[in-house]
């Protein structure tokens, strides 16, 4: 009786464990459908940059990597070869509840935008809270924050043409 009891109990912990592993990942889907999963440790492990905005009419200062890195990651490239048909090519980004928003791939490239956008999994020092991490889209060009997506859990590229 204990020893099944046990076995459950354990069983539990290693779902409620892989589920919460889980929701650390972002998938990346390119125009092929090809699927890399993108763990929240190779997110840590890249250059961090800082983006300094305003945010409820308050200073807010998130930390995170380059959106055309984590891109990179998945085979994304940018760059000179950002001409032709890839410039159609729109990223669609997902998040845990249902809310997505879109960019154009050249948003995402550092050389076109002004401001880079960036995945923030960080703000004001801290790791993002759960209902807005663990990462989320800040894009400081955008004046309106409705395109800053908060707990992101996919980003797949769509050729428009
Ligand atoms: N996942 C997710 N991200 C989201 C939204 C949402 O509903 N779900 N709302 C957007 C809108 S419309 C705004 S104005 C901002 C609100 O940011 P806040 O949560 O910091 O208030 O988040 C954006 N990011
Ligand atoms: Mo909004």
Not at 34 to 42: D, F, G, K, L, P
Request: proline share 6%; with cysteine; hydrophobic share 45%.
């Amino acid at each position: 009786m204990i020893k099944r009891h046990s076995i459950l109990w354990t069983l539990c912990c290693v779902l409620v464990a892989s589920a919460a592993l889980d929701a650390q990942e972002l998938k990346v889907i390119n125009t092929e459908g090809r699927v890399t999963t993108i763990t929240a440790s190779q997110i840590t492990s890249l250059p961090h940059v800082t983006a300094d905005v305003i945010d409820h009419n308050t200073p807010a200062k998130f930390e995170g990597v380059p959106l055309s890195a984590v891109l990179a990651l998945a085979g994304i490239q940018l760059g000179d070869t950002m001409r032709g048909p890839r410039l159609t090519e729109v990223l669609l980004v997902g998040a845990a509840d249902g809310y997505h928003v879109a960019y154009a791939l050249a948003e995402t490239d550092p050389a076109f935008a002004v401001h880079e956008i960036i995945l923030a999994d960080k703000r004001d020092g801290k790791p993002l809270a759960p209902k807005e991490g663990p990462f989320r889209i800040v894009a400081p060009g955008d004046k309106r924050p409705a395109r800053w997506i908060r707990q992101v859990t996919e980003m797949k590229i769509i050729a428009a043409q």
